[in-house]
């Protein structure tokens, strides 16, 4: 043990013989680290911060719908209330759960009309389930709380048919005989999401003010979306349902949203590899530095040979020294990152500037809040203990190469 820690004090010694390049390669194992850490937690806020605003807004956790209308939309493909309701309030681990009708229609005002996917909900059902009433501005009214027939728009359909706050519009839906029902709404409310897909047509009325236009029972429901209290609980809570109800079409939000699900399966492996291609080039630069290190130091190295250091202990010391190097680095690279993304997961990035809103197309929200889970942390610390060892293999091998007789002479 004594001689371990001799190795281990001598070791940091000779780092610092040459100062300048010492600090070069901390340095250059610093920025890479934090480099490396930063892109992770950035990779990740990205993709978590899409993943949990698609289910917060939209999909929830879990969806249940008849299989019909899975596959065709139809209005006749509904199912009744009372027939689903024991059985979900029956399973464990969910928050909330909302009843919605789902109608194809069209939106026209004095100035235009266009396409209109219908969501007749419960207001305080959906509140409780989404957070789609948090992107409606003060300025621009409430989620379907006040006034006479009011429906929820997007800007961008408000942009459309050149609509405003109180505007009135008309929506146009075939009932269950396929008669052309006519309703004339005021607008009551405006939103914007991260996703323009789902801004593009999507609108929202209180269930009570179109069903009577439809020919639907009262209880009638084409959708269920399920809230749980996590990503993880939901996957428990669609599997239940979907033993519970086997004759319904249960979907998790990873099969709704494929795209997502596979972002969300992936994240993990992705950070290793990005991890793995900045240590990577990192171990180059650190065997070159701890090689030249060592050829420079062949007569001092043979000496300690003569003197009666053991090859055990020359390796043993070359190896500390490489991993002082990485791992005084690597701290102050991850300390360095830790603050960073602990300020930027707070304030945010705005990247709206350089994606021109094109991203949220596809639902990517272009303000990222950069995170680390703790397990992409410990994946961190334990492949830069990895790339130390392994980067000082090879120097340690050189110096045992060393003919001490050759190396001290004159």
Same mark, same amino acid.
């Given at each position: 043990? %004594?001689?371990?820690? /001799?190795?281990?004090?001598?070791?940091? $010694?000779?780092?610092?013989?040459?100062?300048?390049?010492?600090?070069?390669?901390?340095?250059?194992?610093?920025?890479?680290?934090?480099? =490396?850490?930063?892109?992770?937690?950035?990779?990740?806020?990205?993709?978590?911060?899409?993943?949990?605003?698609?289910?917060?807004?939209?999909?929830?956790?879990?969806?249940?719908?008849?299989?019909?209308?899975?596959?065709?939309?139809?209005?006749?493909?509904?199912?009744?209330?009372?027939?689903?309701?024991?059985?979900? @309030?029956?399973?464990?681990?969910?928050?909330?759960?909302?009843?919605?009708?789902?109608?194809?229609?069209?939106?026209?005002?004095?100035?235009?009309?266009?396409?209109?996917?219908?969501?007749?909900?419960?207001?305080?059902?959906?509140?409780?389930?989404?957070?789609?009433?948090?992107?409606?501005? @003060?300025?621009?009214?409430?989620?379907?709380?006040?006034?006479?027939?009011?429906?929820?728009?997007?800007?961008?359909?408000? %942009?459309?048919?050149?609509?405003?706050?109180?505007?009135?519009?008309?929506?146009?839906?075939?009932?269950?005989?396929?008669? /052309?029902?006519? /309703?004339?709404?005021?607008?009551? =409310?405006?939103?914007?999401?991260?996703?323009?897909?789902?801004?593009?047509?999507?609108?929202?009325?209180?269930?009570?003010?179109?069903?009577?236009?439809?020919?639907?029972?009262?209880?009638?429901?084409?959708?269920?979306?399920?809230?749980?209290?996590?990503?993880?609980? !939901?996957?428990?809570?669609?599997?239940?349902?979907?033993?519970?109800?086997?004759?319904?079409?249960?979907?998790?939000?990873?099969?709704?949203?494929?795209?997502?699900?596979?972002?969300?399966?992936?994240?993990?492996?992705?950070?290793?590899?990005?991890?793995?291609?900045?240590?990577?080039?990192?171990?180059? !630069?650190?065997?070159?530095?701890?090689?030249?290190?060592?050829?420079?130091?062949?007569?001092?190295?043979?000496?300690?040979?003569?003197?009666?250091?053991n090859k055990r202990n020359i390796f043993k010391m070359v190896m500390f020294e490489t991993l002082c190097l990485t791992v005084v680095g690597s701290a102050a690279g991850i300390l360095l990152a830790l603050w960073v993304i !602990?300020?930027?997961?707070?304030?945010?990035?705005?990247? !709206?500037?350089?994606?021109?809103?094109?991203?949220?197309?596809?639902?990517?929200?272009?303000?990222?809040?950069?995170?680390?889970?703790?397990?992409?942390?410990?994946?961190?610390?334990?492949?830069?203990?990895?790339?130390?060892?392994?980067?000082?293999?090879?120097?340690?091998? $050189?110096?045992?190469?060393?003919?001490?007789?050759?190396?001290? $002479?004159?």
């Amino acid at each position: 043990m %004594k001689i371990t820690l /001799m190795l281990v004090r001598l070791s940091w $010694k000779n780092i610092w013989r040459n100062k300048f390049r010492s600090i070069l390669i901390l340095s250059a194992i610093a920025i890479g680290l934090f480099a =490396g850490t930063f892109t992770i937690a950035f990779v990740t806020g990205w993709g978590r911060a899409t993943i949990e605003t698609e289910i917060c807004n939209q999909l929830s956790h879990t969806q249940i719908h008849t299989p019909e209308f899975s596959y065709n939309y139809d209005i006749n493909s509904y199912f009744t209330r009372d027939r689903v309701k024991p059985i979900i @309030d029956s399973v464990t681990g969910l928050e909330s759960v909302t009843y919605r009708l789902k109608l194809y229609g069209v939106l026209a005002s004095a100035s235009n009309t266009v396409g209109a996917f219908v969501h007749a909900i419960d207001p305080a059902e959906e509140k409780a389930t989404t957070t789609l009433h948090q992107y409606i501005p @003060d300025s621009l009214g409430t989620f379907l709380e006040s006034g006479k027939l009011p429906v929820v728009i997007s800007q961008r359909v408000a %942009k459309k048919l050149k609509a405003r706050l109180r505007s009135k519009v008309v929506l146009s839906i075939q009932d269950v005989n396929g008669d /052309m029902q006519s /309703m004339a709404f005021r607008v009551g =409310g405006i939103f914007k999401t991260n996703n323009s897909m789902f801004d593009e047509s999507t609108i929202f009325v209180r269930k009570s003010d179109i069903l009577p236009y439809t020919g639907l029972p009262e209880d009638a429901a084409h959708e269920v979306a399920i809230l749980a209290a996590s990503v993880d609980e !939901g996957k428990k809570v669609t599997e239940a349902v979907t033993a519970a109800l086997p004759d319904m079409d249960v979907q998790g939000w990873n099969k709704l949203q494929p795209a997502l699900g596979l972002m969300y399966a992936w994240t993990d492996l992705i950070n290793v590899i990005i991890l793995s291609i900045f240590l990577i080039a990192l171990s180059f !630069g650190i065997v070159n530095t701890m090689l030249m290190a060592v050829l420079e130091r062949t007569k001092e190295l043979g000496v300690l040979a003569c003197i009666g250091m053991n090859k055990r202990n020359i390796f043993k010391m070359v190896m500390f020294e490489t991993l002082c190097l990485t791992v005084v680095g690597s701290a102050a690279g991850i300390l360095l990152a830790l603050w960073v993304i !602990g300020y930027t997961g707070q304030h945010g990035i705005d990247l !709206g500037f350089m994606l021109n809103a094109n991203y949220e197309r596809f639902g990517f929200s272009s303000v990222v809040y950069p995170f680390l889970f703790p397990k992409a942390f410990m994946e961190i610390v334990i492949l830069v203990v990895i790339t130390g060892i392994v980067s000082a293999i090879y120097p340690a091998r $050189k110096a045992l190469k060393i003919n001490s007789w050759e190396a001290t $002479k004159s």
